[in-house]
T-cell receptor
Framework: DAEITQSPRHKITETGRQVTLACHQT?????MFWYRQDLGHGLRLIHY???????NKGEVSDGYSVSRSNTEDLPLTLESAASSQTSVYFC????????????FGEGSRLTVL | AQSVAQPEDQVNVAEGNPLTVKCTYS??????LFWYVQYPNRGLQFLLK??????LVKGSYGFEAEFNKSQTSFHLKKPSALVSDSALYFC????????????FGGGTRLMVKP
């Protein structure tokens, strides 16, 4: 079965360090998204991509970057981690163009000390 | 711009009773509305969606939602709650010009007690 996997599932890092969260999907879908989930804020869109070499900023993109070198992967990088970036991060892909139905990964819990 | 409000942080229901989780939205164009459920330590799972057509939408696990254009609402309902329905529920919206970019509400925790 097709799936979307995130790694690591849990990570603790220190302020100022670079962190990369991986996201890999086997549906061969063009659309991929990164959200963060925080209490009281629901899910907020960080970055998204509609295909290889396409990346776009979402609502809360400051301090984050993504790159899309192939269809399957959209890694999320925190260039210099801050305590405010402690959160649970979810990667998602869609079932098809404009369906709005997202498939989510299991999430990556990041703690920045 | 598009936005979603879920006015209740938590809803408590006794098992076997009907449940309603509220959602109101704001979009500039035609709304596409969604409900997702999240179980502990898991990603969100799609429950149901409204694109067009019948205002009552049926989804997974016996859930349904009613689209009300005049009240800009899309409340999630179930006739008889189960303890296993206890989870975090998210309403989401996009307008017909937003591609696949969804805006999520803050979430409502549903607690179903035996």
């Amino acid at each position: 079965d097709a799936e979307i996997t995130q790694s690591p599932r849990h990570k603790i890092t220190e302020t100022g360090r670079q962190v990369t969260l991986a996201c890999h999907q086997t549906w061969n879908h063009n659309n991929m998204f990164w959200y963060r989930q925080d209490l009281g804020h629901g899910l907020r869109l960080i970055h998204y991509s509609y295909g290889v070499h396409d990346t776009n900023k979402g609502e809360v993109s400051d301090g984050y970057s993504v790159s899309r070198s192939n269809t399957e992967d959209l890694p999320l990088t925190l260039e210099s981690a801050a305590s405010s970036q402690t959160s649970v991060y979810f990667c998602a892909t869609t079932t098809g163009p404009n369906t709005g139905e997202l498939f989510f990964g299991e999430g990556s819990r990041l703690t920045v000390l | 711009a598009q936005s979603v409000a879920q006015p209740e942080d938590q809803v408590n229901v006794a098992e076997g009773n009907p449940l309603t989780v509220k959602c109101t939205y704001s979009v500039s164009g035609n709304p596409y509305l969604f409900w997702y459920v999240q179980y502990p330590n898991r990603g969100l799972q799609f429950l149901l969606k409204y694109i067009t057509g019948d205002n009552l939408v049926k989804g997974s696990y016996g859930f349904e939602a009613e689209f009300n254009k005049s009240q800009t609402s899309f409340h999630l309902k179930k006739p008889s709650a189960l303890v296993s329905d206890s989870a975090l529920y998210f309403c989401a919206v996009r307008d017909d010009n937003a591609g696949n970019m969804l805006t999520f509400g803050g979430g409502t925790r549903l607690m179903v007690k035996p």
